[in-house]
Structure formats: C-alpha cells, structure tokens
C-alpha cells in the first residue's frame, strides 16, 4: 500500500474507531463488504473505487482526503 492510501486508510480506521464500529459495521455503512474493507486495512488490497465512493457517501466531511488520495497529495 503507498503511503497515500495508507494515510486515507488511517483517516477512516480512526473515524471507524471513533464511531464504536465493528469492520461489519463500517464496511456496510461505506457500502462495500466486510473483507474488502478488512483487506484494505491490512494493505492486502489497494484503495479502489468503490470504497472511494463509498467514503464520499458516508462520510462528506472526507471528501477533500480523498481528492488528496486521488491527486496523490496526501
């Protein structure tokens, strides 16, 4: 995992933390299922679409991590 991914990962595990979620929880209110959020917390897959619009949905207050994930700003 780069370290741009790594850092919008970062943002959404302390977010999840904050929020008192389980993976299952926050993976379905991202919208995207549990093992592929899992995966990606692990760096076992890389930050892809779906979880970005999944974090644009849910969280709006990210949306400018994540246009610094996709600009490589981060």
């Not at 926050?26 to 999944?54: E, I, K, N, P, Y």
């Amino acid at each position: 995992m780069n370290q741009h991914a790594q850092t919008l990962v970062t943002i959404l595990e302390a977010r999840q933390r904050e929020l008192g979620l389980t993976d299952a929880a926050f993976a379905d209110r991202l919208g995207v299922s549990r093992q592929l959020w899992a995966m990606t917390r692990a760096g076992q897959r890389a930050v892809g679409l779906l979880l970005l619009q999944g974090v644009v949905r849910a969280f709006p207050d990210l949306h400018n991590q994540v246009l610094a994930h996709l600009q490589g700003d981060t």
